[in-house]
C-alpha cells in the first residue's frame, strides 16, 4: 500500500525527490560561492559592469538556496547543511583565484548549464509523482535561467 506524506505525495518519491533537490541545493551552495568570489575580486576594464551584475546573479543564487531548502523540509526531509556536504554533492566544483572577467562569466555559465540539467531532471521526477509544487519551481528556474545563459553566451562572443 502507497504511504503519503503529510502534502498527499507518496513516501518513497518524496524522499527521492528530496535527495535530488539537495544534491540541487549543493551546486547551488558551491555557485554562490564562486560568484560571491567574483565579485569580491573582479579585476579589470569591465570592473564595474560585472562587480554589479555578480552581485545580482549571487543574490538570485542565494534566494533559490532558500527555496530549494524549503521544498526539501516542505516534502518531509531535512536539507543539508554543512559545506562538507556541499562539496561532497556537487557537480560544481570551487573557482579559486578567479578574478579575469571572461573567466569568471565562463564559470558562471557552467553553472547555469549544470544547474538546468540537474533541474530539468527534477522537474521530470516531480511530474512521475504529481508534484506540482517542485515542478513549478523548477519549471521557472528553467525559464529564467536559459535566457541567462544565453545572455551570457551572447557576452562571450
Given at each position: ?18 535527495g535530488k ?97 540537474l533541474q ?8 512521475e509523482i ?28
Amino acid at each position: 500500500m502507497q504511504q503519503l506524506n503529510v502534502i498527499g505525495l507518496d513516501q518513497a518519491g518524496a524522499e527521492t525527490l528530496a535527495g535530488k533537490l539537495n544534491q540541487l541545493l549543493a551546486n547551488y551552495q558551491i555557485f554562490y560561492m564562486n560568484v560571491r568570489g567574483f565579485h569580491w575580486n573582479i579585476r579589470g576594464e569591465r570592473f564595474f559592469e560585472l562587480h554589479v551584475k555578480f552581485e545580482e546573479t549571487y543574490s538570485d543564487l542565494l534566494l533559490k538556496i532558500d527555496e530549494i531548502a524549503e521544498r526539501v523540509l516542505t516534502l518531509g526531509q531535512q536539507p543539508h547543511h554543512t559545506y562538507s556536504k556541499y562539496l561532497d554533492n556537487s557537480a560544481i566544483k570551487e573557482a579559486a583565484n578567479v578574478h579575469e572577467g571572461r573567466a569568471c562569466v565562463e564559470h558562471i555559465l557552467h553553472g547555469y548549464q549544470t544547474v538546468i540539467r540537474l533541474q530539468r531532471e527534477i522537474l521530470s521526477a516531480a511530474n512521475e509523482i504529481d508534484d506540482e509544487g517542485t515542478a513549478s519551481l523548477m519549471g521557472d528556474y528553467i525559464t529564467a535561467q536559459e535566457k541567462t545563459a544565453w545572455m551570457l553566451t551572447s557576452y562571450l562572443k
